[in-house]
């Protein structure tokens, strides 16, 4: 053995050995003569926890007073689980003293590095390192990055940055997130947790929220009317007001106006005609980086960042179909010129291809030095396909992926598109309607990636002789403005990538280069990690929102203030360090210096804040509606000046975080004036869907919604029958059908179950008769549809499945009448089915399934009675092994679960 090759994950470690010729393989690794090539399994290795190297640190709040703690030298340990016997196994390979190399094929990135130089600094080995830079898996991309491998001298900028940006987060994770748990107020149930790049993607979120939340409407009125030509007929709005910061040229703002309009309608007079012919091009796409890549599947498709890069990272890893995904050059090195050409030949025998391939042939690539472009090529080049057709199989999402890159990687070597834009205006005494038509003269590299765009149906063309059209119909509607729409994962990602700015044009983005908020490889993640720790929250159209949990951390961050880790631009600038340190601009030392300074800036403002001088200089939002003092605000609340505290003062107090929404300062002013609200927005139900809804403010603070909210209905609601628990009426709230008796303890019934809209006549069924129809579109919590009826379960509605089926040769039993046994740990009833006992409903909790045969041998009902009422039953020695068809001796036992185990005797 002379040759250790570490891969990232066993698949690749197996192609590289495919590559070597190498064919035998240990569980922990392939080996030939003279070549070993093993495995990682992701991070096996960690960065220790304070209470590692201090375990008085145990106690956050006792060492609070200690914070930061910054290690001298920072220390891993290995990572708890399953990985621990292939790292030991990583370890006796690389410390082998036979071996003369060590060649380092983890990805490709900073990440894949870390990976790679913590195994091997844990080994204690003392061979040299090599690199291989694996741009994409196929055999001759594997191939080459094997003979061209370098030695891991040359990369020693990557491993500094990566060790940079591992000790940054912890320096900022661990202190951060423990001064700001022991020093911010929050509620008993939250907890907190600080990052270098989720707050600051968080405060993105947030003060997006508050912009939504602060929205006030404005109602107008919104005219469309019928023109009909010579030679056309076309629908034209109304757009004779001012466009203005809070108004739109097509608003009608006044009666006065209406009536106006009306009447110049009214009166028969023709509208005179102009039109406006231009002209605009579309470039044709750039390839994809991993960010654009998300971006474009999120707006088609609506997947999360996690998921494209799930699918992307298989199509790349599994099926050797595309180029490296977590990257973030969308060009080309010109070396490459060869290896497109012949690319695009082969993907001339994907059946929807051919055609392009064939016109990109006669015509000749377009785009070439913009595509090839060395200078804007890091570390990896954009997302193309290898040329490799398909040999097994796509899943669904691996095919559209796959689709939609081979679309775009075609079109970046077409020519412009050209959009032919006809402006048509109607000036009716003055009275401007407009309709604008759009369609494609040249399509260009549309051919490839289609859109719609035509002339609508009647739209002809004006004559220059008789410009003159007349009104055949027309339609007011009354409208109010809206808040900013809700930012999804498309635009997120875009906002992180410019450091929190809105830039669309390509030549100003490309000067954020570098200054984003974490990486493409790292910003999925940070997005599911907010929404695993409840600061924000995906709705089911896709949309983010921040949650009053995450717009409070952000809120009390600034106030204190620690501007740094809530401002998007500031942590961008701290992500360029980190690309300088891996360009070799900056040392790692001069990085971590800062880090540390900022992490005990941090520390310290937190620590050293005072609560209640966070809102002094605020002015009061208003008049106690109890007592006629000030009413001021605080961390959590608007409470009256003359609170204090529980029991105390006066007792007037509105929470911020109350009633399924967040009340922002603007906002509780307004309703602390007006004492009521109609149909204001940014209300969330139990499910994380948005709705309006009209509200009252009492004299104590509390918020009550003017159509109830919740499971208590008001007698004002619509009614839709009987209470099933008492003598009230079910009704229809804003989130429930529920009893409109204070007393009444029946829970109502949400009107979205499992992201499922319940239907009025489907809520009547549960409540008349005890059931809903069978409901075949619920969506479980992974994400996964299902089909159960909705059963009234006492004061709760369930849901009870309908039976699985059982497998076409399972036996089936004559089946007895009757209850065979009740459940111990729910008090169900359990009966007999012709293939199991169970229980007729699961909405009472009960999990009791049991065959009535297993392993070939007879579960009779009175064995199933002792079972369910004892716990277990056997041994049995007349079991029948699945695979092999050997008898064996078992005990079957009832699990916490309430699904069968068995124990067996010990072997002697």
């Not at 009107?751 to 069978?774: M, N, Q």
Request: glycine share 6%; with cysteine.
């Amino acid at each position: 053995m002379s040759i250790v090759v570490l891969a990232e994950k066993p698949s690749v470690a197996e192609d590289i050995a495919k590559m070597l010729n190498i064919t035998k393989k240990e569980a922990t690794h392939w080996h030939s003569e003279d070549i070993v090539v093993t495995w990682a399994v992701g991070h096996m290795l960690e960065l220790k926890y304070i209470d590692d190297y201090d375990p008085t640190f145990k106690n956050w709040r006792k060492t609070a007073a200690e914070l930061p703690f910054i290690p001298e030298k920072f220390e891993f340990k290995p990572k708890s689980g399953s990985t621990r016997k292939q790292l030991t196994a990583i370890k006796k390979l690389m410390s082998n003293k036979e071996v003369t190399e060590i060649v380092n094929a983890c990805d490709a990135a900073r990440e894949g590095e870390l990976i790679f130089q913590t195994i091997y600094h844990y080994s204690k080995s003392k061979s040299p390192v090599s690199r291989m830079w694996l741009q994409s898996m196929t055999k001759e991309a594997i191939q080459r990055a094997w003979d061209e491998r370098k030695s891991g001298d040359e990369y020693q900028n990557l491993a500094d940055a990566a060790y940079s940006r591992s000790e940054a987060d912890w320096l900022i994770g661990m202190n951060g997130s423990r001064i700001a748990e022991v020093f911010l107020p929050k509620k008993r149930t939250e907890r907190i947790s600080l990052g270098r790049v989720q707050t600051a993607t968080l405060a993105i979120l947030v003060d997006h929220e508050l912009e939504i939340l602060k929205h006030e409407s404005t109602p107008f009125w919104v005219l469309t009317a019928q023109f009909e030509g010579t030679d056309s007929s076309w629908n034209g709005r109304w757009e004779g007001g001012e466009s203005t910061e809070d108004t739109k040229p097509h608003w009608i703002l006044t009666l006065e106006d209406k009536e106006r309009i009306q009447a110049l309608i009214d009166s028969g007079e023709k509208a005179v005609v102009t039109e406006k012919v231009s002209t605009s091009k579309e470039r044709p796409p750039l390839n994809f980086d991993l960010t654009t890549l998300q971006r474009q599947a999120n707006s088609m498709f609506s997947w999360p960042a996690k998921r494209t890069l799930n699918v992307a990272q298989a199509l790349y890893e599994r099926h050797k179909l595309t180029t490296y995904p977590r990257t973030d050059s969308r060009f080309l090195p010109t070396d490459m010129k060869d290896t497109i050409n012949a690319t695009l030949t082969n993907l001339g025998q994907l059946d929807e291809m051919g055609g392009f391939i064939q016109n990109l042939t006669s015509n000749g690539l377009q785009n070439v030095s913009r595509n090839f472009n060395d200078a804007k090529v890091s570390d990896h080049f954009a997302i193309i396909p290898t040329g490799n057709l398909p040999t097994q199989a796509l899943s669904k999402d691996e095919q559209r992926l796959y689709n939609m890159i081979v679309r775009n990687f075609i079109a970046s070597w077409y020519g412009q598109s050209v959009i032919e834009k006809q402006k048509r205006t109607a000036n009716l005494g003055g009275e401007i309607f407009n309709k604008e038509a759009q369609q494609y003269t040249t399509l260009g590299w549309r051919e490839v990636v289609p859109k719609n765009l035509s002339h609508p149906e009647g739209w002809g063309t004006i004559s220059v002789d008789n410009p003159h059209a007349s009104i055949s119909s027309h339609e007011w509607s009354e409208e109010k403005s809206k808040p900013p729409t809700r930012i999804k994962e498309a635009r997120l990602l875009s906002l992180m990538e410019k450091a929190g700015k809105d830039i669309e044009d390509e030549d100003l983005a490309e000067a954020m280069a570098g200054k984003g908020l974490g990486t493409p490889a790292t910003r999925a993640d940070t997005i599911e990690k907010l929404l695993s720790r409840g600061y924000i929250s995906r709705q089911q159209s896709g949309a983010l929102n921040a949650t009053p949990h995450g717009i409070r951390i952000i809120e009390i961050l600034r106030r204190i203030p620690v501007e740094w880790i809530t401002s998007a631009e500031l942590t961008g600038e701290m992500e360029s360090s980190l690309t300088a340190v891996q360009k070799g601009e900056l040392s790692a030392s001069e990085y971590m210096n800062k880090i540390v300074q900022q992490t005990q800036e941090l520390v310290q403002r937190i620590r050293d804040h005072d609560r209640s001088k966070l809102f002094e200089n605020d002015q009061s939002i208003g008049t106690c509606p109890l007592c006629g003092s000030k009413v001021i605000e605080t961390a959590l609340s608007y409470p009256c000046e003359k609170n204090e505290g529980k029991d105390k003062g006066c007792s007037f107090v509105l929470w911020k975080d109350t009633s399924g929404r967040w009340f922002d300062r603007q906002t509780a002013t307004k309703l602390l004036e007006n004492r009521e609200m109609n149909d204001l927005h940014g209300f969330f139900n139990r499910n994380g869907e948005t709705y309006e809804t009209s509200i009252v403010l009492s004299d104590e603070g509390k918020v009550t919604s003017a159509k109830s909210t919740g499971n208590r209905s008001n007698p004002t609601d619509e009614a839709l029958g009987p209470c099933p628990t008492c003598h009230g009426t079910i009704r229809e709230t804003d989130t429930h059908y529920a009893c409109d008796q204070e007393a009444c303890k029946f829970a109502g019934i949400g009107k979205v179950i499992c992201k499922r809209t319940i239907k009025p006549e489907e809520a009547k069924a549960i409540i008349v008769d005890g059931k809903s129809p069978l409901i075949d579109d619920f969506i479980s919590r992974r994400g996964r549809p299902f089909k159960a009826f909705l059963v009234l379960e006492g004061t709760k509605v369930g849901f009870e499945f309908p039976p699985r089926e059982a497998a076409a040769d399972a036996r089936r039993f004559e089946v007895q009448p009757g209850v065979v046994a009740i459940c111990p740990k729910f008090g169900a009833e359990i009966y007999e089915t012709e293939t199991h006992f169970r229980p007729r409903s699961s909405a009472t909790g009960c999990k009791i399934d049991i065959p009535r045969e297993i392993s070939k041998r007879e579960i009779t009902r009175e064995e199933a009675k002792e079972l369910i009422e004892k716990g277990q039953i056997g041994p049995f020695d007349d079991l029948i092994a699945k695979k092999t068809g050997n008898p064996y001796t078992a005990i079957l036992y009832l699990k916490k679960n309430q699904r069968i185990g068995y124990r067996f005797a010990k072997r002697e």
